[in-house]
């Protein structure tokens, strides 16, 4: 549940214009076809709207809805003031050196500009900071909060990457579940692949799944909930969220694999969910750092 004590970060509107190139899928089809199908969030009154006042065209021209698209075609769309959503205003950076930072992320933000997010992600923030060139080496979920690491130099990036890509980064999470596990530890190891949009799926058997393994370790427990601290041996997307869920405990405000979760992929996820990023460490160059008090981020964010 949303803090109404928290700082809020607010961009006041500004214009922008998205342009992209044809996808061989949209060959053939009409200007109308293609903007309703990439993007239904508006209906095809709203896009009709858009195409005959100009601020959807083609190649730099206004254009007919019926225009048939081809392969060299780029479609524009003018949005003369986007409204972004706000997000909280807590971006810390918490140790730097030549080589890397190390941030701290609030949730719900994502990592960097796209969809409905641009001015309101941690690289345009950082940016604003005065770190410009950061390169990003690993992310966190726009709904996951805690610590995210870049890096400065190129040099630093392959390493950092290499170390990530061969699981020798040592990650741990603190996530608030529904429930009181009975096991005081629990590893679980089911392959992961995408279902749908922006949800994923975990079991066993599934077909051209990526092999997932995290540990489970029960640090704290009330009534109906219980604090995990968790370890990922893997990275892949979700993957926490999903093995607690195949555990049998969600964590507790998960929109999409929590208690009567929407896995339809046609909601977007506009809060930040109960789970932290509290350590890395990366033993190969040196590098480690811990959050403080973990269980306090966690318990602060309990509905």
């Not at 986007?82 to 992320?105: A, F, G, M, Q, R």
């Not at 040592?170 to 429930?179: D, E, F, M, R």
């Amino acid at each position: 549940m949303a803090d109404s004590s928290r700082p809020v970060r607010i961009v006041s509107p500004y214009p922008i214009t998205y342009r992209f190139k044809v996808k061989s899928e949209f060959e053939g089809k009409s200007l109308l076809d293609l903007m309703t199908t990439r993007f239904p969030f508006h209906g095809a009154n709203v896009w009709k709207v858009k195409i005959k006042n100009g601020h959807v065209g083609v190649n730099g021209e206004k254009a007919d809805a019926r225009h048939i698209l081809s392969r060299q075609d780029e479609v524009y769309h003018h949005n003369p003031g986007v409204i972004e959503p706000s997000v909280p205003d807590e971006v810390e950076v918490l140790e730097k050196n030549t080589d890397y930072l190390i941030v701290y992320k609030p949730a719900p933000l994502p990592m960097h500009p796209g969809g409905r997010y641009n001015k309101n992600s941690l690289t345009t923030i950082l940016e604003e900071k005065g770190f410009d060139n950061l390169r990003i080496v690993h992310r966190l979920d726009a709904v996951t909060s805690g610590l995210v690491l870049f890096a400065r130099n190129k040099e630093f990036a392959q390493k950092a990457m290499v170390c990530f890509s061969k699981s020798k980064v040592l990650k741990t999470y603190y996530a608030l579940v529904s429930g009181n596990p009975t096991e005081k530890c629990k590893t679980i190891d089911t392959p992961i692949r995408r279902k749908t949009g922006f949800v994923f799926e975990s079991e066993l058997g599934l077909k051209h799944a990526k092999e997932a393994i995290t540990h489970f370790e029960v640090i704290k427990q009330s009534q109906d909930s219980a604090i995990i601290k968790c370890t990922p041996k893997t990275g892949r997307t979700h993957q926490i969220r999903l093995h607690l869920e195949q555990w049998g405990y969600p964590i507790i405000d998960d929109p999409i694999y929590g208690v009567n979760g929407d896995k339809s992929s046609k909601r977007a996820q506009k809060a930040g969910i109960s789970l932290l990023n509290a350590g890395l460490e990366i033993a190969e160059l040196d590098l480690k750092y811990i959050l403080e008090n973990p269980e306090s981020f966690i318990l602060s964010s309990e509905p």
